[in-house]
Nanobody, 122 residues
Framework: HVRLAESGGGLVQPGGSLRLSCVAS????????MGWYRQAPGNERELVAS????????NYADSVKGRFTVSSDNAKNTVYLQMDSLKPEDTAVHYC???????????????WGQGTQVTVSR
């Protein structure tokens, strides 16, 4: 069984920064792709950033390019989202999603964390 746990959310003023962390635990053979999504009230969940673990290749939503950075620490099964120059429209629950192989010889499966609230306000 695989679990994802996010942390690092909170209240920050516009222009400020936050760093989110997502730790994968349980029976893990390898992380394939890790991503950060967010969902604001009344909106659909959207992709913010993702990283392919083996290559380090990253992908960002246009709305966060140049402000957010996704990275991974493979030894710790941890993915980070550094968020700078935060704007009120970044306010949302941020979720970690992992495409993970739990046991060798099994295919990858999707896992979600519980989410962490990010609020950008004066």
């Amino acid at each position: 069984h695989v679990r994802l746990a996010e942390s690092g959310g909170g209240l920050v003023q516009p222009g400020g920064s936050l760093r989110l962390s997502c730790v994968a635990s349980g029976t893990i053979y390898s992380l394939v792709r890790m991503g950060w999504y967010r969902q604001a009230p009344g909106n659909e969940r959207e992709l913010v950033a993702s990283i392919i673990i083996s290559s380090g290749s990253t992908n960002y939503a246009d709305s966060v390019k140049g402000r957010f950075t996704v990275s991974s620490d493979n030894a710790k099964n941890t993915v980070y989202l550094q968020m700078d120059s935060l704007k009120p429209e970044d306010t949302a629950v941020h979720y970690c999603k992992g495409v993970i192989i739990g046991r060798k010889k099994l295919g990858p499966a999707d896992y979600w964390g519980q989410g962490t609230q990010v609020t950008v306000s004066r």
